[in-house]
């Protein structure tokens, strides 16, 4: 759970203009892809200035990612297939 939130502050940080070098950006990117907890994970990061369009950090830029929300839906059809629509967990 630390290193997401640890990526989700650098992503709103990145994104809010907080006064991170872009050297800073590739070293939290560097760190999260190598944390041994995230060795399976599938991660893609593209961080862009766009004054400038300068790339900032980038890891697998070009992988293709099924958005978590993507699978929600999947997860959410297959319970109200399996369990039904009234089922409630105690």
């Known amino acids: 759970m630390t290193k997401l939130i640890s990526g989700v502050f ?29 060795k399976n ?4 990061f593209f961080a862009l200035d766009l004054t400038t369009n300068q790339v900032i950090a980038g ?12 699978t929600k839906l999947i ?3 297959s319970a109200l297939e399996i369990l039904g629509g009234n089922t409630r967990f105690s």
Do not use: C, H, R, W
Request: no cysteine; hydrophobic share 45%.
């Open 10 to 38: 650098l992503f709103f940080n990145i994104l809010n203009g907080y006064s991170q070098t872009i050297q800073d950006v590739k070293n939290e990117v560097a760190k999260l892809a190598a944390d041994d907890d995230l």
């Open 41 to 44: 994970a599938s991660i893609s």
């Open 59 to 70: 890891l697998s830029p070009d992988m293709s990612l099924i958005p978590a929300s993507t």
């Open 75 to 77: 997860t959410t059809a």
